[in-house]
T-cell receptor
Framework: ETGVTQTPRHLVMGMTNKKSLKCEQH?????MYWYKQSAKKPLELMFV???????ENNSVPSRFSPECPNSSHLFLHLHTLQPEDSALYLC?????????????FGPGTRLLVL | QKEVEQNSGPLSVPEGAIASLNCTYS??????FFWYRQYSGKSPELIMF????GDKEDGRFTAQLNKASQYVSLLIRDSQPSDSATYLC???????????FGRGTSLIVHP
């Protein structure tokens, strides 16, 4: 148990559906991240929220939309996804300004797009 | 483009042996180095971090950093079947809190 929770753990959706992934961290961290992990590929950083600043990977399609209402909660809104978006979506948090930038990962949401 | 390179493996070692995992990075300004372990179907978990040149030991794990040669390695002594997992190397530069991850090396420890 890392102190980072994600829901749902598994999600199957059609290409016309709209769904949201939720992440919550109980570590008092000030940065939260969304990563995508596909088979045989490195972790792909999608979005970062830190100290109210948002950083995004410009290669992420607009069908993924993040929301960070406060430092403990992070959402990833999904709409009109494609089958190639099927992957493990990982949320992580860290404490910026600390001497180490260790990331604590949630258990992930396994997404399947049909 | 900051790059972190790892041999994807699999690296297969017998139980009780030393497993050696290597990682090279491209950004000379890198200052923080991390090793994460990821079991199949699970999320990554931190094993070690290192900032200074040399060795850092924690139980059966030793991280080795050589900034001049731009590589960081992880040694696992007395390898156990439970060590079988994918090991991810992550590197972050000074002033950046966003790490770059390698593809990971798959380790198999066979009895």
């Amino acid at each position: 148990e890392t102190g980072v929770t994600q829901t749902p753990r598994h999600l199957v959706m059609g290409m016309t559906n709209k769904k949201s992934l939720k992440c919550e961290q109980h570590l008092g961290h000030n940065a939260m991240y969304w990563y995508k992990q596909s088979a045989k590929k490195p972790l792909e950083l999608m979005f970062v929220y830190s100290l109210e600043e948002r950083v995004e990977n410009n290669s992420v399609p607009s069908r993924f939309s993040p929301e960070c209402p406060n430092s403990s909660h992070l959402f990833l809104h999904l709409h009109t996804l494609q089958p190639e978006d099927s992957a493990l979506y990982l949320c992580a948090s860290s404490q910026v300004e600390a001497s180490q930038e260790t990331q604590y990962f949630g258990p992930g949401t396994r997404l399947l797009v049909l | 483009q900051k790059e972190v390179e790892q041999n994807s493996g699999p690296l297969s070692v017998p139980e009780g042996a030393i497993a050696s995992l290597n990682c090279t990075y491209s950004d000379r300004g890198s200052q923080s180095f991390f090793w994460y372990r990821q079991y199949s179907g699970k999320s990554p978990e931190l094993i070690m971090f290192i900032y200074s040149n040399g060795d850092k030991e924690d139980g059966r794990f030793t991280a080795q950093l050589n900034k001049a040669s731009q590589y960081v390695s992880l040694l696992i002594r007395d390898s156990q079947p439970s060590d079988s997992a994918t090991y991810l190397c992550a590197v972050s530069s000074g002033g950046s809190y966003i790490p770059t991850f390698g593809r990971g090396t798959s380790l198999i420890v066979h009895p």
